[in-house]
T-cell receptor
Framework: DTAVSQTPKYLVTQMGNDKSIKCEQN?????MYWYKQDSKKFLKIMFS???????INETVPNRFSPKSPDKAHLNLHINSLELGDSAVYFC?????????????FGPGTRLTVT | GENVEQHPSTLSVQEGDSAVIKCTYS??????FPWYKQELGKGPQLIID?????GEKKDQRIAVTLNKTAKHFSLHITETQPEDSAVYFC???????????FGAGTRLTVKP
């Protein structure tokens, strides 16, 4: 059984479009995250939600809007896509928001903006 | 905020040799230090972690050491195998902070 799943795995779209990436975890975790991994493999946190409440919002353009309909789901919507948005986006979850909880990562969504 | 530096960026070893990856962190409040392994086309997976009340932890061929005074921690892989080839990330996180900071990654290649 997949612990953290993301859809789609690949997403190719044109500049200016709006797209969404979905994430679901079946671990019963309270906290979920979105990370961006650039072409140099650098992993940077974008957002974190705890029990559907936003707790981390890094310096991310407001074209990116996370939505958590329930604590098992954290979706990422991106408006007006730009070339620089091309990256691999990882969803993750942890049992709680405390710093010592392990984070479990999804398989990633490779977004290519042309 | 926390800043994590990781070295080397690439590491090539012969099968059977040991590999060591080093990280330093800046925030003295950091108390949780996980190591992740990322294989091609997959998400990072936790391989070992250490908390600040422990100086060393070992799990079969993998060990992690932590020097809180110097603010650095290291990953040691012994008897490397070709399937150990991957990108390895260190990370650091404070007990009162939900924000985990990653190092830039080390691409390990184990040659058969």
């Amino acid at each position: 059984d997949t612990a953290v799943s993301q859809t789609p795995k690949y997403l190719v779209t044109q500049m200016g479009n709006d797209k969404s990436i979905k994430c679901e975890q079946n671990l019963g975790h309270d906290t979920m995250y979105w990370y961006k991994q650039d072409s140099k493999k650098f992993l940077k946190i974008m957002f974190s939600y705890n029990n559907k409440e936003l707790i981390i919002n890094e310096t991310v353009p407001n074209r990116f809007s996370p939505k958590s309909p329930d604590k098992a789901h954290l979706n990422l919507h991106i408006n007006s896509l730009e070339l620089g948005d091309s990256a691999v986006y990882f969803c993750a979850s942890s049992l709680g928001r405390s710093g010592s909880y392990e984070q479990y990562f999804g398989p990633g969504t490779r977004l290519t903006v042309t | 905020g926390e800043n994590v530096e990781q070295h080397p960026s690439t590491l090539s070893v012969q099968e059977g040799d040991s590999a060591v990856i080093k990280c330093t962190y800046s925030d003295s409040a950091s108390n949780y230090f996980p190591w992740y392994k990322q294989e091609l086309g997959k998400g990072p997976q936790l391989i070992i972690d250490i908390r600040s009340n422990v100086g060393e932890k070992k799990d079969q061929r993998i060990a992690v050491t932590l020097n809180k005074t110097a603010k650095h921690f290291s990953l040691h892989i012994t008897e490397t195998q070709p399937e150990d080839s991957a990108v390895y990330f260190c990370a650091a996180r404070s007990y009162n902070n939900n924000d985990m900071r990653f190092g830039a990654g080390t691409r390990l290649t184990v040659k058969p």
